[in-house]
C-alpha cells in the first residue's frame, strides 16, 4: 500500500510564498502519477496540479496557472508544490494524490481518478 505523507503546510501573508512537499513511501514498483488537490472551509475539493511520474508533463487548474509551480524529484517519489503570489482565496487543505494509472489516460481534475491519499497539509493565506 502506498502511503503519502505531506508537508510544509502554514501560514503566510497575502502575496507570500510557500513550498509543500509530498514523499511516497510503500510498494516502489512501477511509476506514480501525482497531483495536488486541495479542499476549502465549503468543503469542496478542487484539482490544482498534476505531473507525469517522470516530470516530463504538468498541469494546472486556471486559479493556480502562473502562480504556483509543481516538481518532483529524480526518483519519482516527492512531488513539491511551489506557492507564489498567494491569495487568502487559496486558504485551504493540500492533499497529495497518486494513481498507478497512466496520466494520459484519466481525467487528472478527477479525484477518483486517484487511488492513493495523503492526510492533508493546511495552508493559510491571511494579512
Known amino acids: 500500500q502506498v502511503q503519502l505523507v505531506e508537508s510544509g503546510g502554514g501560514s503566510v501573508q497575502p502575496g507570500g510564498s510557500l513550498a509543500i512537499t509530498c514523499a511516497a513511501a510503500g510498494p516502489t514498483f512501477g511509476p506514480l502519477e501525482m497531483a495536488w488537490f486541495r479542499q476549502t472551509s465549503r468543503n469542496e475539493r478542487e484539482f490544482v496540479s498534476a505531473?507525469?511520474?517522470?516530470?516530463?508533463?504538468?498541469h494546472y487548474s486556471a486559479s493556480v496557472r502562473g502562480r504556483f509551480t509543481i516538481s518532483r524529484d529524480r526518483a519519482g517519489r516527492t512531488v513539491s508544490l511551489r506557492m507564489d503570489y498567494l491569495k487568502p482565496e487559496d486558504t485551504a487543505v493540500y492533499f497529495c494524490?497518486?494513481?498507478?494509472?497512466?496520466?494520459?489516460?484519466?481525467?487528472?481534475?478527477?479525484?477518483?481518478?486517484?487511488?492513493?491519499w495523503g492526510q492533508g497539509t493546511l495552508v493559510t493565506v491571511s494579512s
Open positions: 505531473i507525469k511520474w517522470d516530470g516530463g508533463w504538468t
Open positions: 494524490a497518486a494513481t498507478r494509472t497512466a496520466i494520459e489516460t484519466i481525467e487528472v481534475s478527477d479525484d477518483s481518478e486517484y487511488e492513493y
